[in-house]
């Protein structure tokens, strides 16, 4: 056993409030313990990703670089470390180098150390050049494995695929774990493995959907890992994390312990405190979902789907549905469910049960999936499916603006609209660049309090499994 003690990532401001809260959480209750959480003794604080992002300009009518700018002024002492969809930045599509370039600059300037960088299908491609602005910027570019199971995810893949994320220059490298499937004595040895073939240090991140977290972070410990992320107890479990406090307790005798028990306290009664605010964004689970352990479906995923046919009046065909994501799962090459892949398997998963036929309907993404648009597909292929693609026209369309014609862009909506030219700031325009829509309604009503209450992510498929 290692008595080598991991270092702990706080996920609380992005993973933990995105997973419980639907992430609603607005900076302003945030701030009365950003000092605290700077005192605890971190190895890094994870707050921004692509949710946090999204949310604050299509929910909180917050600028999330103002937000960005807040911890990085908060946090003296504590590395601030963000979750970036490869080519996809904080967004859904693939973007060009020069903006990939443009946001990484500008978040590594305004206070991000660690970039944790994945691809919803483990490809490379779609994470090297990121994890190389990352280098160029001297801040820890962490590479990442999407955890999933299926006859293609075996031990020789995982390591295989975390030596070439080596290779390509990762500082360090994370297990994302965003379904809670890795199992205790999988995750052993899996870490034990790496820790064999790999210099940089491993990092795992879990969910406690599926009941297996608290023991799988102990293994790991066991494994030597080197960093475990956790959530302050008041927003842990559930489909969150492992309470920060809990596993301190799991890894050090009281005497030997180097955290101040009474300041994670104060924190949790903190985050305690502001959550009923919050409650109409809660999810419904309130113990363990083993649905992804039966059904390989994300149990944050499976709520969604659910709402979605008790809204069109057909909740009889739950199980049908829980049924076809599996299947269409195989179809396309056992792909992880994770954003923007969950989205995509889960909208086609309803089609094909609504049309009471496969593929009748098919969805734009998925086509591009089929097609590779969004990286190498892990397996097989269906031979059957991808005739029924080849039938419909492959969509060329792409787009690719400069930064320069984005700005332009920028400017003179600005002007048709008579508000202050805001492109001249790379941080605005990169709002503008990555939510375009979202950023003119935002721009457009700086000054309007109200935000817009909608639970529109919730109930479409812009549901996040990170
Ligand atoms: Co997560």
Redesign the pocket.
């Known amino acids: 056993m290692s008595s080598k003690k991991p270092n702990i990532t706080e ?1 609380v401001l992005r ?1 933990g409030q ?2 419980l809260i639907a992430t609603r959480m607005k900076t302003e209750d945030m701030l009365p313990v950003l000092s605290k959480l700077d005192k605890v003794g971190y190895s890094s604080l994870e707050v921004w990703g692509g949710a946090t992002y999204d949310c604050c300009l299509r929910f909180l009518n917050e600028n999330p670089w103002d937000r960005l700018k807040i911890f990085k002024k908060k946090f003296k002492k504590t590395q601030l470390q963000m ?1 970036l969809r490869g080519k996809n930045l904080v967004g859904y599509k693939e973007y060009d180098n020069s903006v990939i370039e443009l946001f990484i600059k500008n978040a590594a300037k305004e206070g991000i150390n660690i970039f944790r960088i994945f691809d919803a299908l483990n490809d490379i491609n779609n994470i090297k050049s990121s994890i190389e602005f990352v280098n160029n910027e001297k801040e820890n570019s962490q590479g990442t494995i999407c955890y999933t199971t299926s006859p293609v995810h075996n031990q020789k893949y995982w390591i295989k695929l975390a030596k070439d994320i080596e290779d390509i220059g990762a500082k360090s490298l994370a297990i ?3 379904a809670g499937l890795l199992r205790p004595n999988v995750g052993y040895e899996l870490i034990k493995k790496l820790k064999k073939n790999l210099k940089i240090p491993i990092h795992l ?3 406690s959907t599926t009941g297996l977290a608290d023991a799988t972070n102990l293994k790991a410990y066991e494994a030597g890992v080197d960093n475990i ?1 956790t959530s302050i107890s008041s927003f842990s479990n559930l489909y969150a ?1 492992t309470a920060t406090e809990s596993f301190i307790s799991m890894i050090y005798k009281d005497e030997e312990n180097p955290y101040d028990m009474n300041l994670l306290t104060n924190i949790a009664e903190h985050f305690q405190s502001i959550r009923p605010k919050y409650v109409q964004y809660e999810g419904s689970m309130r113990g363990v979902d083993i649905n992804m352990l039966l059904y390989q479906v994300p149990g944050g995923m499976l709520s969604i789907l659910e709402k979605q046919l008790v809204d069109l009046n057909k909740q009889h065909r739950l199980k049908d549905l829980i049924d076809e994501i599996p299947r269409i799962r195989e179809d396309v090459g056992f792909v992880p469910l994770v954003t923007p892949s969950s989205q995509i398997v889960g909208a086609q998963a309803l089609m094909n049960v609504l049309d009471g036929e496969r593929y009748k309907t098919l969805n734009k993404e998925f086509i591009d999936l089929v097609n590779g648009k969004y990286g190498k597909i892990p397996g097989k292929l269906n031979s059957k499916l991808l005739k029924k693609i080849d039938k419909n026209v492959p969509d060329n369309e792409s787009e690719t603006m400069t930064i320069s014609e984005y700005r332009k862009d920028f400017s003179s909506f600005c002007k048709s609209n008579n508000i202050k030219d805001f492109s001249k700031k790379d941080t605005d325009l990169l709002n503008y660049i990555l939510f375009n829509k979202e950023s003119k309604d935002f721009y457009l009503s700086t000054n309007k309090n109200t935000y817009n209450d909608i639970v529109g992510l919730q109930e479409g498929f812009g549901l996040y ?2």
């Open positions: 996920v993973d995105q997973s979750l994302k774990d965003m991140h879990t969910h992320d994390h499994i990170e």
